[in-house]
Every structure is written in C-alpha cells, then in structure tokens.
C-alpha cells in the first residue's frame, strides 16, 4: 500500500523538469486490493507514514508549500483516527495513541488552517474523548 507514493517523491526529488499535460496519459490497474477500494485495514497506515516523509520532502525542499502538506497529513491523520478507534487491536491502540499525540501537540496549528470546519471539530473530539474517538482513552 502507498508504494506510488514513495517511488513519486523519489522521481519528483530526480526530475530536472515537471510537466503538466491535460492528456488521460496513466490509468490504475485495478487487479487485487489497493489502498482506495478496501475497507479499512492497518496497512493503510502505511499511506501515513509516506505523507510524513512527504512532509519532510517538503518542509526541507519545496517551503511554499508547507500549510499544502500540512493540511494533507493531518486530515488524513484525523480521518483514519476514527477507523483505529473502533479496531481491537493492541497495534490499532498503539497507532491510536500515537496519532492521537501528533494531533494534541498540533492542535493550534490544525484549528488555524483552511480546512473544512469538520475536520477542526474531528480533531478537538479526538484530543478531548469524544465519541467516536473516545473507544481508547
């Protein structure tokens, strides 16, 4: 899972030029599973990980861009919290509690961005306990 994700940065960090064409150029082949058609499994925190080290790309590289990724990686973060409430599981606590943490030491930052009033709300349940987000204390 999110193994594209890791070889884009690569390319990305490689190219000496980048190009947009309008053009259908690339299409997914759609065999076997793949992170946008499962229903939730903990592999999918591996898409997680690759936007952190999108975000370090980012912040040491590329610095106009910084509130772009950062507000793809914590929704994201708070969008998979309410998945890895609900799983039993001591790696889904652990995981759980690991986000959970991020989104605590960012919670300024996350209600200062230019997302969706629901993704703020999402993320003070999640620090303060809230149902959905409060299965793991």
């Known amino acids: 899972f999110a193994e594209d994700m890791y070889i884009n940065l690569k390319l990305f960090n490689e190219a000496r030029i980048i190009a947009f064409c309008e053009s259908e150029l ?16 903990l592999h999918m925190l591996d898409a997680i990980e690759a936007l952190k080290d999108w975000k370090c790309f980012i912040e040491d590289n590329y610095p106009e861009f ?21 799983v039993k599981d001591a790696k889904a606590t652990k995981e759980y509690l690991k986000y959970k943490e ?15 009033i629901k993704e703020k709300i999402k993320a003070i349940m999640i620090i303060c306990r809230i149902y959905p987000y409060a299965k793991i204390k």
Do not use: A, K, W
């Not at 910084?66 to 609900?86: A, H, K, T």
């Open 26 to 41: 690339y299409y997914y082949n759609q065999v076997g599973e793949s992170l946008t058609r499962t229903s939730f499994n």
């Open 66 to 86: 910084i509130p772009n990724i950062n507000i793809r990686y914590y929704v994201n973060i708070i969008d998979i919290m309410r998945c890895l409430s609900v």
């Open 102 to 116: 991020i989104i605590r030491t960012n919670i300024r930052e996350i209600l200062r961005m230019e997302i969706h």
